[in-house]
């Protein structure tokens, strides 16, 4: 199985920008997509961004097409979620997870993986 670790989170103005990375270990060896999901209290999980098994396939929620992009280094067994222009309703724990398979995995009951999240604080 795949392990995911998040790092990058942080507080930034709206308008500004960071750089989200989320880490993959364990049985790398094998086709997984990754994902970037978020969450405020209250609220169920929802997709940001995601990224198939060789990163040629992406997927953007309409909430950030235009201001995110998503992006995985298999060399580094990595995914990046690069996030610009934020706003202040981008304020939410960022969950990076990991899902077999080739596909581009939109919803989060294809992930059997998550990390601890990353807290992102988008300020006016």
């Known amino acids: 199985q795949v392990q995911v670790e998040e790092s990058g989170g942080g507080q930034v103005q709206a308008g500004g920008s960071l750089r989200l990375s989320c880490a993959a270990s364990g049985r790398t060896d094998g086709a997984f997509g990754l994902g970037w999901f978020r969450q405020t209290p209250g609220k169920e999980r929802e997709v940001v961004a995601a990224v198939n098994w060789n990163g040629g396939g992406v997927y953007y929620a309409d909430s950030v097409k235009g201001r995110f992009t998503i992006s995985r280094d298999n060399v580094k067994n990595t995914a990046i979620l690069q996030m610009d222009n934020l706003k202040v309703e981008d304020t939410a724990v960022y969950y990076c997870?990991?899902?077999?398979?080739?596909?581009?995995?939109?919803?989060?009951?294809?992930?059997?993986?998550w990390g601890q999240g990353t807290q992102v604080v988008v300020s006016e």
């Open positions: 997870g990991a899902a077999n398979g080739f596909a581009t995995f939109r919803s989060d009951v294809y992930y059997g993986s």
